[in-house]
């Protein structure tokens, strides 16, 4: 009896074991909220045991059962309908990577999180999915003794056999040669090759290697012995992790700190406990850099994934990641995505840039997406930055995030001495330069002490707003607190409410003429240099000189090299570089970001000032900064001349309270877009009428306020009229409610032309 029913439970196993994944909920690889669900399928017998959640599979779709690709999002064995109305799995595509489950978990959230189809979101987390073919690297070897080598030279020499002559000559010389020398130099055609091969004279071996997009020669490295800071935070960081204990740390600390030897010690640690780890930095300006030092410590086990490798370089280094062969990645926010089967920590650094989020859907924030990776990995997450967002900051201080400070330069150096220049007074005295005479003795300074210079042009928020050059007075819209945004005709519109007006003729502050927008650009900043400062070594770093894959790099040794005096720039050159000649930075025109139409311009403001101030006075010679602007009496100009992260950080989470944006509130933007005016404004005010009717989910809580529709800060693109709806709530699940409530009413509509998009923070 025993037996029997032993029998009995193993049967009931196998059957289980038998019933166990028969269906598969996949989704279909097209980008449209319509078909923006899982689709169940049958698993066929030969298949079961064999699909797993993120595997791509062809699939029979629709009336005519064509086939389409889509991912497996769930391996289940309940069906959702009955077997006869199902169709079967037709094959797994082998030449598309497989996701992880993690990875496709990552999508959902993401999906649900920021609003996009479910397939937008699995492109994102697949960046890398077609697979490319293997490069192989191929050699010729002598298979007779060079002897016998030299004697069937002989001979091929007799019978005039020029080529195969040239082959047994080198061989004779080399016991191995490859095969590109053999095809190429000596001009070896493969016939011949292969003749020489049947008859046993040589054999042809070919080897795999994966495309490095990393072509560096640097001495190893160990590590720097840390200061009492970077000890604290390290020793901290590994012993939580040690303990099972899994934080998010946000570094604040000033620029020269050392954070950068922080995070290479950390990583040190994760790999010794067998561990992997990626590395986000903002800019592909930075790449260069920060992969030499990791270089340096880590080897080759170090790899970088970015925009501009080929598409054969980020499979290999996707397959690298995955099979284990690369213990650090670094790059921008795609980099996130690397598939490491054991993730130990994840690093941001200069965690505040705006490039964290993304500007295609789903409008992701790499923070955010960080912090749900590391937990879904069981990985930790150190944030850094001398200017950490208002958002990090605010969650550090109500105690979400662990906070470390670290408020001395490693040079044992001070912070730059700096000096605000009030470019209205300029004016008045004659200036008309876009140097000031401040900047200009300090250039000419600078210039015979053989010292380097680096000039920032801020010119966020340049192309639409008017100021005058005479009193600064920024021309404003009466009903919100943003500058209004110039137009074809001299209209003056705001971004965020519609207001229109038309530009006036004069000031209406101080009646001064001079009422225009800025039009300086880096080239032209440069070529005044050259008229100023004859002989005056220059390189430039914008758009426009940074096109090429290499040209990052070779500007920024060229400068380190001493190849220039001055360095000209937007953005990208105050971030993260060190250059411990420069004694002199000038920031041009420093209040430009200052008239962006965002809440956030104050903060974008003083971190770039403040990232900016942070490049000069590297070294063992003290720096200078020069802060030229027509708002010298703004608050966040006041604050990063001084430094003073907190009292900007006070000061600013103030206006944030008041007006209910992040991070004491937030804000979702609905985006309609459509070919046809009327419907578009039809749309976004059904949608916007829709979201004030959404109920509070609590009492005691305020229902979100929504402002609009309008039209988007650009009306139309491509003849592709934009609306936009601003929903605003104190609770961030509120604005998910309003979210799922409009998806829910779109989906039965199933629009063609019209799209809609979300926002969230934006």
Not at 241 to 258: F, K, N, P, Q
Not at 284 to 307: C, E, H, P, W
Request: hydrophobic share 35%; charged share 25%.
């Amino acid at each position: 009896m025993p037996g029997s029913q032993a029998g009995l439970k193993e049967a009931g196993k196998e059957e289980q074991k038998m019933a166990k994944g028969r269906y598969a909920d996949i989704i279909i690889d097209i980008s449209h909220e319509k078909v923006d669900r899982p689709f169940q399928y049958k698993i066929p017998e030969k298949m079961q045991g064999k699909l797993e959640a993120g595997m791509c599979v062809q699939i029979p779709f629709g009336q005519g059962s064509r086939m389409r690709q889509g991912y497996v999002v769930e391996v289940t064995d309940q069906p959702r309908f009955p077997d006869e109305k199902q169709k079967f799995v037709a094959a797994i595509v082998t030449e598309y990577m497989s996701a992880e489950g993690d990875a496709v978990k990552l999508a959902a959230w993401m999906k649900e999180t920021y609003g996009s189809t479910m397939i937008a979101a699995l492109k994102t987390v697949l960046p890398v999915r077609q697979t490319m073919k293997q490069r192989e690297k191929k050699k010729i070897i002598r298979l007779l003794t060079k002897e016998e080598t030299c004697a069937l030279l002989g001979e091929c020499i007799r019978k005039h056999q020029s080529a195969r002559a040239r082959v047994l000559q080198a061989l004779c010389e080399e016991a191995e040669l490859p095969y590109e020398l053999v095809s190429g130099r000596l001009n070896v055609s493969a016939a011949v090759l292969k003749s020489l091969k049947e008859q046993g004279v040589l054999s042809i071996e070919s080897e795999s290697y994966y495309r490095n997009p990393v072509k560096l020669e640097a001495a190893r490295e160990t590590g720097r012995e840390l200061s009492r800071e970077q000890s604290l935070i390290r020793d901290s960081v590994l012993s939580d992790y040690d303990a099972g204990r899994r934080e998010v740390y946000l570094i604040h600390g000033i620029t020269g700190s050392g954070k950068t030897e922080v995070y290479l010690s950390l990583i040190e640690g994760m790999i010794k406990r067998g561990k992997q780890c990626i590395v986000l930095i903002p800019e592909i300006a930075l790449t260069y850099q920060t992969l030499l030092r990791f270089y340096k410590r880590f080897g080759d086990r170090v790899s970088v994934m970015n925009s501009t490798l080929s598409a054969g370089e980020k499979y290999d280094q996707w397959q690298r990641a995955r099979k284990g062969e690369i213990d650090v990645i670094i790059g921008p926010r795609s980099a996130l995505f690397v598939p490491f089967p054991n993730l130990g920590l994840i690093v941001m650094d200069e965690e505040h840039e705006s490039s964290y989020k993304s500007e295609t859907m789903p409008r992701y924030h790499a923070r955010e997406t960080a912090e749900h990776l590391a937990e879904l990995k069981n990985a930790s997450l150190v944030l850094g930055s001398a200017t950490p967002s208002m958002e990090a900051y605010y969650r550090a201080l109500e105690g979400k995030y662990k906070l470390f400070t670290m408020e001395r330069r490693l040079t044992g150096g001070t912070l730059a001495s700096v000096s605000i220049v009030d470019l209205r007074q300029e004016l008045r005295e004659g200036n008309r330069s876009i140097f000031s005479r401040k900047l200009q003795e300090l250039i000419e300074d600078r210039m015979g002490r053989k010292e380097q210079i680096m000039l920032f042009l801020n010119r966020r928020g340049y192309a639409g707003f008017v100021s005058c050059r005479s009193c600064g007075y920024v021309m404003k819209c009466p009903h919100c607190d943003v500058s209004l945004s110039q137009h074809l005709g001299g209209r003056m519109v705001c971004h965020y409410c519609g207001y229109e007006t038309v530009l006036p003729g004069k000031c209406p502050s101080c009646s001064s003429p001079y009422l225009l927008g800025f039009k300086a650009g880096t080239q032209q900043i440069e070529e005044q240099l050259h008229r100023r400062f004859p002989g005056v070594r220059t390189l430039r770093m914008d758009g426009d000189t940074t096109r090429t894959k290499d040209s990052y790099g070779k500007i920024l040794t060229a400068f380190a090299d001493g190849g220039a005096d001055v360095l000209v720039g937007t953005q990208m050159i105050v971030k993260g570089h060190d250059f411990p000649n420069v004694t002199l930075a000038g920031v041009l025109a420093a209040d430009l970001s200052l008239n962006d139409s965002d809440y956030r311009s104050g903060e974008r403001t003083f971190q770039l000032l403040t990232q900016a101030a942070g490049r000069a006075g590297r070294g063992t010679r003290p720096g200078e900064v020069v802060i030229q602007t027509y708002r010298p009496e703004h608050y966040s100009i006041i604050h990063a001349a001084s430094q003073d992260y907190r009292a900007f950080y006070e000061e600013e989470i103030l206006y944030r309270k008041m007006g209910a944006y992040s991070p004491a509130g937030h804000m979702m933007a609905v985006l309609v877009t459509g070919p046809d005016e009327k419907k578009g404004q039809e749309l976004s005010a059904r949608l916007a009428e829709l979201a004030r009717n959404v109920e509070k989910t609590d009492k005691e809580e305020k229902k979100a306020v929504v402002i609009g529709p309008a039209r988007a800060a650009i009306g139309k693109i491509n003849d592709i009229y934009r609306f936009v709806i601003y929903c605003k709530a104190f609770h961030y699940r509120q604005l998910t409610e309003i979210k799922d409530k409009i998806e829910e009413y779109l989906f039965p509509l199933g629009l063609k032309e019209e799209n809609v998009q979300f926002d969230f923070n934006p």
